[in-house]
């Protein structure tokens, strides 16, 4: 199954090369990183752990393609997908879906089909796919994106948006599984400077870490989650608050994250980040903190140090990423 969805995914990614025009936006990525584990003490060529898609040593191409009438655009579709090295997998290369969605503009609001962020949490508004800082998909609460349909709608005061997905986050499986998620914001964050959202979201999920499918047997999940984002001046701020059940186990999230833009337009970001969760009965905690330093429009460097209590580990983190428009 995990097969053949990547094979159709990229298909529809080359299928979409005939549609290039003024209206295609094509970016090609190219990512280099390296870590060090004092708990395993070693050098190893990924972020956080071996089994996530984020971030590895990669090199990939982000399509987003914008379909008109004659009064109007109508449609977008987007496909980003990478090539990445697996230092500790079966197969040294794993190919990487992220989007590879359909989005139609109905009017009433934006409706689309593939695979898209669910409705729930900071994840739905922050797109943390290239950062080294890991978000609450991360860190194992919600799905960074996952296979479904839904539909969102921008107002003046907000936004609103439903999903009904499969559940099962990178990979695509049909076990019974799916998760239901509705999220409503206040504040537009380009405008207002800050965005205040709450979430709900319940179903049957699976476990899986990246590609991978860890347990085959739904789990009972439902959760409330709130989350602000708020912009002062250089000064960024972004927290989110979980808490539900999973497979009949409490589950709850104090997330925050803070970030520092110096320089001329930003160009040096400095971010602190500390995460207090409870997962499989237990509460543990992760202290992290970043330096991104934007070289040229196309071209980051980024750094993190990350605690994690649970595990007993420190990692150090370098990242170059670059990013440049064909």
């Given at each position: 199954?995990?097969?053949?969805?990547?094979?159709?995914?990229?298909?529809?990614?080359?299928?979409?090369?005939?549609?290039?025009?003024?209206?295609?936006?094509?970016?090609?990525?190219?990512?280099?990183?390296a870590a060090y584990s004092t708990?395993?003490?070693?050098?190893?060529?990924?972020?956080?752990?071996?089994?996530?898609?984020?971030?590895?040593?990669?090199?990939?191409?982000?399509?987003?393609?914008?379909?008109?009438?004659?009064?109007?655009?109508?449609?977008?579709?987007?496909?980003?997908?990478?090539?990445?090295?697996?230092?500790?997998?079966?197969?040294?290369?794993?190919?990487?879906?992220?989007?590879?969605?359909?989005?139609?503009?109905?009017?009433?609001?934006?409706?689309?089909?593939?695979?898209?962020?669910?409705?729930?949490?900071?994840?739905?508004?922050?797109?943390?796919?290239?950062?080294?800082?890991?978000?609450?998909?991360?860190?194992?609460?919600?799905?960074?994106?996952?296979?479904?349909?839904?539909?969102?709608?921008?107002?003046?005061?907000?936004?609103?948006?439903?999903?009904?997905?499969?559940?099962?986050?990178?990979?695509?499986?049909?076990?019974?599984?799916?998760?239901?998620?509705?999220?409503?914001?206040?504040?537009?964050?380009?405008?207002?400077?800050?965005?205040?959202?709450?979430?709900?979201?319940?179903?049957?999920?699976?476990?899986?870490?990246?590609?991978?499918?860890?347990?085959?047997?739904?789990?009972?999940?439902?959760?409330?989650a709130l989350d602000a984002t708020?912009?002062?001046?250089?000064?960024?701020?972004?927290?989110?608050?979980?808490?539900?059940?999973?497979?009949?186990?409490?589950?709850?999230?104090?997330?925050?994250?803070?970030?520092?833009?110096?320089?001329?337009?930003?160009?040096?970001?400095?971010?602190?980040?500390?995460?207090?969760?409870?997962?499989?009965?237990?509460?543990?905690?992760?202290?992290?903190?970043?330096?991104?330093?934007?070289?040229?429009?196309?071209?980051?460097?980024?750094?993190?140090?990350?605690?994690?209590?649970?595990?007993?580990?420190?990692?150090?983190?370098?990242?170059?990423?670059?990013?440049k428009g064909l």
């Amino acid at each position: 199954m995990k097969r053949s969805l990547l094979a159709a995914a990229l298909a529809i990614f080359f299928s979409a090369a005939p549609l290039l025009a003024q209206t295609t936006l094509l970016y090609f990525e190219l990512q280099g990183l390296a870590a060090y584990s004092t708990a395993a003490r070693a050098f190893q060529l990924y972020s956080l752990m071996a089994e996530e898609t984020m971030q590895k040593p990669s090199f990939g191409l982000d399509l987003v393609k914008r379909f008109s009438g004659k009064t109007r655009d109508w449609g977008v579709l987007a496909v980003e997908a990478r090539l990445a090295y697996d230092q500790e997998g079966d197969h040294r290369l794993e190919v990487q879906v992220y989007n590879a969605y359909l989005r139609y503009k109905a009017g009433f609001a934006d409706i689309w089909a593939g695979h898209n962020r669910p409705a729930l949490g900071l994840d739905y508004a922050l797109d943390n796919h290239a950062l080294l800082l890991p978000g609450p998909a991360m860190l194992g609460f919600t799905f960074d994106r996952d296979w479904g349909v839904g539909a969102q709608r921008d107002f003046s005061w907000g936004n609103g948006a439903v999903s009904l997905t499969a559940g099962s986050g990178m990979p695509l499986y049909l076990k019974g599984n799916y998760l239901a998620a509705f999220r409503i914001s206040n504040g537009v964050l380009a405008r207002d400077n800050f965005s205040v959202g709450a979430s709900l979201a319940g179903g049957n999920i699976l476990e899986t870490i990246g590609n991978n499918l860890i347990d085959a047997d739904p789990r009972a999940f439902a959760v409330a989650a709130l989350d602000a984002t708020y912009v002062w001046r250089n000064l960024e701020n972004r927290v989110e608050v979980l808490a539900g059940r999973e497979a009949g186990a409490k589950i709850a999230l104090l997330f925050w994250r803070s970030g520092l833009n110096l320089m001329e337009e930003g160009r040096l970001k400095l971010e602190a980040q500390p995460s207090l969760m409870r997962t499989d009965r237990a509460w543990s905690y992760r202290l992290a903190g970043g330096v991104t330093y934007q070289v040229t429009a196309d071209l980051s460097l980024r750094s993190m140090i990350q605690y994690d209590h649970g595990q007993k580990d420190a990692r150090f983190v370098v990242q170059v990423y670059y990013y440049k428009g064909l």
